[in-house]
């Protein structure tokens, strides 16, 4: 059989490892701020209902939370909360002087308008980057809290291949948590962007053409393995689950957008599913609510 870049420990992008090293930064930054400024980062998050996939999720963000030495705030609210109590929290959170950050758990119950609670948390406070203040500044090259997902992948480019100028990319996936947003920071990156979606024509070609491809689509492998141009970087943003026959009846596996083990003989480097882009999502969180607590004091995050 022969050798695959997939079985090359240089080709795989280690997200745990890389997401480890963030949050020894984000630990190291909160102690610097504790001790030269007298302040205590405050992350509070938000969660509605029981979906056990969010109840997971936030549990690793509150414990991360604690960690890097962060004051953690956890409100959890019944799925039978009203839209005007859960906007009146936030409320709350907003006016809370020790609360740099807060996140609301998506998804919200279908009785609830998401857009609506975004839109109430204070701009500066939006460690996710989804209020529509935030997307604006930065669709416009302006300061704001950026996405914590597409943030993560940029991280993870630029540590892989230092500089991006005049690199060919291309998004395939147009959300406006992950692909609009992602877009955006590689145009400030200066790379040559597309933004393709399942209604592309010939995405095969376009993908083909492309040295950095970041697959945010949501479809499970919906990125073919010999769409890779040889020598590519591939970000994998996608986390599908499918039957895993294999292991068992009933069993399943998760797998990305991109077709990872024919793709792996392209790419330079890809990002395997999971322990890729995942782990990145929370250590970017944090170093959010770090930025945030800067900036709501006047303080240059660099300097820390």
């Given at each position: 059989m022969p050798t695959t870049t997939a079985t090359k420990p240089e080709n795989i992008i280690d997200g745990k490892a890389f997401a480890a090293t963030v949050r020894q930064g984000v630990a190291k930054d909160v102690a610097s701020l504790r001790s030269h400024h007298g302040i205590t980062p405050g992350l509070a998050v938000v969660i509605v209902g029981e979906d056990p996939a969010s109840q997971v999720?936030?549990?690793?963000?509150?414990?991360?939370?604690?960690?890097?030495?962060?004051?953690?705030?956890?409100?959890?609210?019944?799925?039978t909360v009203t839209q005007a109590e859960l906007v009146e929290k936030v409320r709350e959170l907003n006016a809370d002087p020790a609360v740099n950050g807060i996140l609301v758990q998506l998804p919200l119950p279908a009785h609830i308008d998401e857009a609506a609670v975004i839109e109430t948390i204070a701009p500066e406070k939006d460690v996710d980057g989804f209020h529509v203040v935030n997307s604006g500044l930065l669709a416009t090259g302006g300061e704001g809290m950026v996405p914590c997902t597409p943030l993560g992948c940029l991280m993870m480019l630029k540590d892989r291949l230092v500089d991006l100028s005049g690199l060919k990319?291309?998004?395939?996936?147009?959300?406006?948590?992950?692909?609009?947003?992602?877009?955006?920071?590689?145009?400030?990156?200066?790379?040559?962007?597309?933004?393709?979606?399942?209604?592309?024509?010939?995405?095969?070609?376009?993908?083909?053409?492309?040295?950095?491809?970041?697959?945010?689509?949501?479809?499970?492998?919906?990125v073919k393995g010999d769409w890779i141009k040889?020598?590519?970087?591939?970000?994998?943003?996608?986390?599908?689950?499918?039957?895993?026959?294999?292991?068992?009846?009933?069993?399943?596996?998760?797998?990305?957008?991109?077709?990872?083990?024919?793709?792996?003989?392209?790419?330079?480097?890809?990002?395997?599913?999971?322990?890729?882009?995942?782990?990145?999502?929370?250590?970017?969180?944090?170093?959010?609510?770090?930025?945030?607590?800067?900036?709501?004091?006047?303080?240059?995050?660099?300097?820390?």
């Open positions: 999720y936030v549990r690793n963000k509150v414990k991360q939370t604690a960690e890097v030495g962060m004051y953690s705030v956890h409100h959890e609210l019944p799925d990319a291309i998004v395939v996936g147009r959300s406006n948590i992950v692909g609009k947003p992602m877009a955006q920071l590689l145009l400030d990156a200066n790379c040559t962007v597309t933004i393709a979606h399942s209604r592309t024509r010939d995405l095969a070609a376009e993908v083909r053409a492309a040295d950095i491809v970041v697959a945010a689509v949501g479809r499970a492998e919906m040889d020598g590519a970087t591939v970000i994998d943003v996608g986390i599908n689950r499918v039957p895993a026959p294999e292991r068992g009846e009933g069993k399943t596996r998760l797998v990305g957008d991109v077709e990872f083990g024919a793709a792996a003989e392209h790419a330079d480097a890809i990002t395997p599913v999971p322990g890729g882009v995942g782990p990145m999502t929370i250590a970017v969180l944090l170093k959010n609510a770090v930025t945030a607590t800067c900036r709501q004091n006047g303080i240059d995050p660099d300097t820390l």
